[in-house]
């Protein structure tokens, strides 16, 4: 019989897993359930909810360090940092309204199992880079801590690492120790119109190698914007530095054509949807997230609309594509065999029907030896294989 189980502490977190282990009972792991659709299908009996683990076990602004339990809303996270004058510089994603569902769901330990990033990862880092110690329960049913608390941590192996972006496959946080930093004080958007998507790229490019420090860098075509294409640059800091630093770029990029300037009350709202791929919610047409070389992105695209046909933009300086098939086709093969020819990348599957997701690649394929790098990985882990199975790769 299905059942959700619903600890409330580690120890029994560590109850569960090992039940499931000595039964070989496999465990779908979840927090609110706003990822579940992120991945491909877990073919479970039994569901590990962990929204039972809540709270704050310390928080030192002045040390910019928090440690929170996993099963904590992000949002809940977001606003304590927020009131102490403090953010979580990786800025995370909120898949919700991609999925349908509403803005604002999930859990810390989701973000970090799935390392969601959003535009300011080319300035602060992913998620990974933010976590300094982790508590988790293998799949074997043994708690163990990796990391500290403090900024520069070499002891033992770095743990959190391997377990942000393994979508719960190899462990169970239960508590997790993070770097916050002060919130800037204000912040810009530099925006050029009218660019195609070569020179938009190549403006976000010269952007990201001079000194004006550009915490978010996107490009926003006409059928993505509803009007002009935009060429978006994200300054925060200081409002002197800010000033200073849009000049710098003004300088830089005024060749490209006419300069304007998106205060702070224009620019949060424009990239939390950058963030959120807000222009793909609302409709159920497959969504891919394309990782290439910046520089790549306008030819992938090019090469792209001969074969399908798609709508798409870019973030990251051109390195990240979120695009969607128009046809409401998955057309796995084509983006793959496309991202191979503009010199590789990674191509994921992010929004899609379940029995689509069963019998596709949701994530990039791996080559051979990083594959069986993997495997072992989660031999160590998990060899019962009970932690989300399936969930990145069949069998597995």
């Known amino acids: 019989m299905d059942a959700t189980l619903k600890p409330q502490d580690t120890r029994q977190v560590e109850e569960v897993v090992r039940w499931a282990a000595a039964e070989e009972q496999p465990?779908?792991?979840?927090?609110?359930?706003?990822?579940?659709?992120?991945?491909?299908?877990?073919?479970?009996?039994?569901?590990?909810?962990?929204?039972?683990?809540?709270g704050v076990e310390s928080y030192e602004p002045a040390e910019l360090i928090l440690t929170v339990k996993a099963g904590t809303p992000i949002a809940e996270v977001e606003k304590l940092v927020d009131d102490n004058g403090q953010q979580l510089s990786f800025e995370p994603m909120d898949y919700g309204p991609l999925y349908g569902g509403a803005?604002?769901?999930?859990?810390?330990?989701?973000?970090?199992?799935?390392?969601l990033s959003g535009p300011r990862r080319i300035k602060s880092g992913a998620a990974r880079d933010h976590v300094l110690g982790m508590e988790a329960v293998s799949g074997r049913g043994e708690i163990f801590n990796s990391g500290g608390k403090v900024v520069k941590n070499v002891t033992g192996y770095d743990l959190p690492r391997a377990l942000c972006g393994s979508y719960g496959t190899l462990a169970v946080a239960t508590t997790v120790t993070l770097?916050?930093?002060?919130?800037?004080?204000?912040?810009?958007?530099?925006?050029?119109?009218?660019?195609?998507?070569?020179?938009?790229?190549?403006?976000?490019?010269?952007?990201?190698?001079?000194?004006a420090e550009v915490s978010g860098a996107a490009y926003l075509p006409a059928d993505i914007d509803g009007g002009s294409s935009r060429t978006v640059l994200r300054l925060e800091g200081f409002e002197t530095s800010v000033d200073y630093r849009f000049k710098t770029l003004k300088s830089l990029?005024?060749?490209?054509?006419?300069?304007?300037?998106?205060?702070?009350?224009?620019?949060?709202?424009?990239?939390?949807?950058?963030?959120?791929?807000?222009?793909?919610a609302g409709d159920d047409q497959?969504?891919?997230?394309?990782?290439?070389?910046?520089?790549?992105?306008?030819?992938?695209?090019?090469?792209?609309?001969?074969?399908?046909?798609?709508?798409?933009?870019?973030?990251?300086?051109?390195?990240?594509?979120?695009?969607?098939?128009?046809?409401?086709?998955?057309?796995?093969?084509?983006?793959?065999?496309?991202v191979a020819e503009v010199g590789g990348g990674h191509a994921t599957l992010v929004?899609?029907?379940a029995s689509v997701r069963s019998n596709t690649a949701v994530f990039q394929p791996q080559p051979e030896p990083l594959a069986a790098l993997s495997r072992r990985l989660k031999e160590q882990f998990d060899p019962k294989g009970i932690l989300n199975p399936g969930r990145m790769v069949s069998g597995m």
């Not at 609110?32 to 809540?54: E, F, I, M, N």
């Not at 205060?263 to 939390?272: D, F, K, Y």
């Not at 090019?302 to 990251?316: H, T």
């Open 286 to 338: 497959p969504v891919w997230r394309v990782s290439v070389a910046p520089t790549a992105g306008p030819e992938l695209i090019r090469i792209l609309k001969e074969r399908i046909g798609l709508r798409a933009f870019f973030d990251w300086s051109g390195g990240l594509v979120w695009l969607t098939c128009t046809d409401g086709g998955i057309h796995d093969q084509e983006i793959r065999a496309a």
């Open 253 to 280: 990029l005024g060749e490209y054509g006419p300069v304007s300037r998106l205060a702070e009350a224009e620019t949060v709202p424009l990239w939390q949807s950058i963030r959120d791929v807000s222009a793909f």
């Open 179 to 211: 770097k916050v930093n002060p919130k800037p004080e204000t912040s810009a958007t530099f925006l050029l119109s009218g660019l195609d998507a070569d020179d938009g790229v190549k403006a976000l490019c010269a952007a990201m190698g001079s000194s």
């Open 351 to 353: 929004r899609a029907d």
């Open 27 to 54: 465990l779908e792991i979840s927090g609110q359930g706003s990822k579940r659709d992120l991945g491909r299908p877990v073919q479970a009996a039994h569901v590990l909810d962990l929204s039972g683990l809540t």
């Open 103 to 115: 803005p604002g769901r999930g859990t810390i330990g989701g973000v970090l199992a799935a390392n």
